[in-house]
């Protein structure tokens, strides 16, 4: 059964701060990685998707790695806004359409 | 992008009633729709796999009577809690894949029983 894990569980940084959100899954049998965003009381938004075959995806402020074989991914945002707060979940996709979250980072950038 | 809506974004009701939560794809056909339940400071659970004019597919502890599933369209499915508890009281969340490849999910319902 694919677990999927978030650390930190939380993280609070200064505005202008690079930082590095981490994502670790136990099956490394992957469709794909998506990376979403979540503002408090509010749906998904989905903000990066890396392919099984991919090593990495870029976004403006966001790239996302992907190394399959040691089951891991990671969000890094270069220099943070307070307009980044939210919550930051990682999911994957095995061979169904189904996603598995890991239970996400909650990311605070202090003006 | 593809945008999915869901009605009501929040309600309250009394122990025993029913609620229906509906989910729709507003410019584009979805066949398949999922359904989440997300608890505070959890990760979202798939409740289960809508699929339009069959069955829905539901998850392992999920009861299929409990949370009824009707895909009646491509562009709409419903998920009815019958004789809402207050244990049933979360953040519903439903979410309609494109394409095959990214799932795009509606803003959520906030649903409280009292």
């Known amino acids: 059964k694919q677990e999927v894990t978030q650390i930190p569980a939380a993280l609070s940084v200064p505005e202008g701060e690079n930082l590095v959100l981490n994502c670790s899954f136990t099956d490394s049998a992957i469709y794909n990685l998506q990376w979403f965003r979540q503002d408090p009381g509010k749906g998904l938004t989905s903000l990066l998707l890396?392919?099984?075959?991919?090593r990495e995806q870029t976004s403006g402020r966001l790239n996302a790695s992907l190394d399959k074989s040691s089951g891991r991914s990671t969000l890094y945002i270069a220099a943070s806004q307070p307009g980044d707060s939210a919550t930051y979940l990682c999911a994957v996709r095995g061979g169904s359409e189904k996603l598995v979250f890991g239970k996400g980072t909650k990311l605070t950038v202090n003006p | 992008g593809a945008v999915v809506s869901q009605h009501p974004s929040r309600v309250i009701c009394k122990s025993g009633t029913s609620v229906k939560i509906e989910c729709r794809s507003l410019d584009f056909q979805a066949t398949t729709m999922f359904w989440y339940r997300q608890f505070p400071k959890k990760s979202l659970m798939l409740m289960a796999t809508s699929n339009e004019g069959s069955k829905a597919t539901y998850e392992q502890g999920v009861e299929k009577d409990k949370f009824l599933i009707n895909h009646a369209s491509l562009t709409l499915s419903t998920l009815t809690v019958t004789s809402a508890h207050p244990e049933d009281s979360s953040f519903y969340i439903c979410s309609a894949i494109l394409h095959k490849e990214t799932q795009y999910f509606g803003p959520g319902t906030r649903l409280l029983v009292l």
């Open positions: 890396i392919q099984s075959s991919q």
